[in-house]
């Protein structure tokens, strides 16, 4: 039986978005994004598990202990750092890492994104992950909480 050697890819992925909103804000928001308000990016809820501290696990948790496994959280500084590394939702050999990275300006939040990617990469996840428009969402989210808590002041 003969066999051809798999290929190994890249993939990396740089955005930058500006938030009206606080680092505190931003990185609250992030969190509950990441975990349990996490969704597909068609809308469908699909809630994480992200326990914040070094070697925390990222995952989703089903019932009768059936679950995916995505990443550990490699780099934690709050608000302004977090980095995991993992296999995300590739169930073949792949490593992925996130960093999200938060500053401060003039009372907006820069929200720097990076993920980068190597394995063997199925065409249809390179494209998926490519059109995701999480940052949005997070953004979209943090400016909403931002003008509610300045209304209740």
Request: glycine share 6%.
């Amino acid at each position: 039986m003969a066999t051809s050697p798999a290929s190994i890819e890249t993939l990396e992925i740089a955005k930058e978005i500006e938030i009206a909103a606080s680092i505190d804000i931003v990185y609250e928001t992030l969190l509950e994004q990441l975990g349990p308000l996490l969704e597909t990016p068609d809308g469908m809820p699909m809630p994480m598990i992200l326990e914040p501290w070094p070697g925390g696990r990222w995952y989703n948790n089903f019932e009768n202990h059936e679950g995916r496994f995505w990443g550990h959280v490699q780099v934690i500084e709050p608000p302004g750092l977090l980095e995991i590394c993992g296999p995300h939702f590739m169930s073949y050999p792949a490593l992925a890492h996130f960093q999200y990275r938060l500053t401060e300006e003039n009372g907006a939040t820069q929200f720097k994104f990076r993920y980068r990617v190597i394995g063997q990469l199925e065409a249809a996840d390179r494209e998926s992950v490519s059109r995701c428009d999480f940052m949005k969402r997070v953004r979209d989210l943090a400016e909403r909480r931002n003008s509610v808590r300045r209304k209740d002041r």
